[in-house]
């Protein structure tokens, strides 16, 4: 949900504090001895003698060459930002199911893909990293990485993006940002489903581009939970029925926020609701299902509404708009 969209609290309000946490399992960090020059080595589904590994072939390299080390060493980076602790920063990379978090007292390589769960900012004005955001600018939060056209997209809220009378989209610019300033500069929305003309056929979804290339992964099928907990992998879908437990991760209230689908309220277009609270820039978080032991999940929808007094929070269903955009859910390898 964004400040720029003001609707009645107490009927329907364009999205989304706290709610139950989902039992992390596999998903935790195990913390691992240091080596090289890293302050912190921790791992998931891998072990520490793996671990440390990666963290000596880390010492003293440069950030431009981190993530030639990570790729020789069998992982792949997820990416990187600076924390502001002693001049260090956090370091996250996949192999396979696996994942590592290293803290490094150096400067922060320019590492950075897309994954679900992250801070997205939208702007009229073309945006900068580094930069302020413009005025104007809407908050968010990613969802899903699919396969559109032989390319990556990911999803968010269309209402992120907005619509004009034109229907054209009115904050076509977007970034994974950083905050205080943008960080990775995504590009401009590729696909809004929102600016159908026919009132049955539209959907609150839109599609970002993900960039490649050095220093940019292509995107990972992941929920990401940062240092709260390792990545969880989505391994495809599932169907909104009632009583479903589900859980979603947004930029304001945070990483697996959970509850039960209850129902779908007057008022709502038929969009599933659920027993689980958000608030503003929780719009375009992925909703899904309850983690695996085996730190696995898979998509149920994209949180874009919350309804009445308890705020309960809506979404639009995957299936549907992977339907509508002719479009694949990108999925983790078999564990």
Same mark, same amino acid.
């Given at each position: ?205 839109? =599609?970002?581009?993900? *960039?490649?290339?050095? !220093?940019? @992964?292509?995107? $990972?099928?992941?929920? #990401?939970? &940062?240092?709260? +907990? /390792? ?30 689908? =209850?129902?779908?309220? *007057?008022?709502?277009? !038929?969009? @599933?609701?659920? $027993?689980?609270?958000? #608030?503003? &820039?929780?719009? +375009? /978080? ?50």
């Amino acid at each position: 949900m964004h400040r720029a969209i003001r609707t009645n609290l107490l009927a329907i309000t364009v999205l989304l504090v706290t709610a139950a946490t989902a039992n992390a399992k596999t998903g935790d960090w195990t913390p691992c001895e240091k080596a090289g020059d890293a302050v912190i080595v921790e791992v998931s589904v891998a072990t520490c003698d793996q671990a440390r590994a990666v963290a000596t072939a880390l010492a003293g390299v440069a950030p431009g060459d981190v993530e030639t080390v990570l790729r020789a060493q069998g992982w792949t980076p997820l990416r990187a930002a600076a924390n502001g602790f002693e001049a260090s920063y956090e370091l996250f990379a996949l192999r396979d199911r696996a994942a590592l978090w290293i803290r490094r007292r150096a400067e922060s390589p320019d590492l950075d893909g897309w994954q679900a769960g992250r801070e997205l900012l939208f702007g009229r004005a073309a945006l900068v990293g580094g930069a302020p955001p413009p005025p104007g600018a809407a908050l968010c939060t990613s969802a899903f990485l699919i396969r559109l056209g032989g390319r990556l997209g990911g999803l968010s809220a269309g209402h992120c993006g907005g619509v004009t009378k034109q229907r054209t989209t009115l904050r076509r610019n977007a970034a994974l940002r950083r905050p205080p300033q943008p960080g990775l500069v995504v590009g401009g929305v590729r696909r809004n489903l929102l600016r159908s003309r026919t009132r049955a056929k539209r959907i609150d979804a839109l =599609v970002l581009p993900v *960039p490649s290339g050095p !220093g940019r @992964p292509s995107g $990972a099928p992941v929920v #990401d939970r &940062g240092i709260l +907990g /390792a990545p969880w992998f989505v391994i495809g879908t599932a169907k909104p029925r009632i009583g479903r437990e589900v859980c979603f991760t947004g930029r304001t209230s945070g990483t697996d926020r959970c509850g039960k689908i =209850v129902r779908s309220f *007057p008022g709502t277009g !038929g969009l @599933p609701c659920t $027993a689980i609270m958000a #608030d503003i &820039g929780d719009s +375009g /978080a992925p909703v899904y299902t309850a983690p695996s032991a085996d730190g696995s999940v898979r998509a149920v929808g994209i949180a874009v509404l919350v309804f009445g007094f308890l705020r309960s929070m809506c979404f639009e269903p995957i299936e549907p708009v992977l339907d509508a955009l002719d479009a694949t859910l990108v999925t983790a390898p078999p564990s």
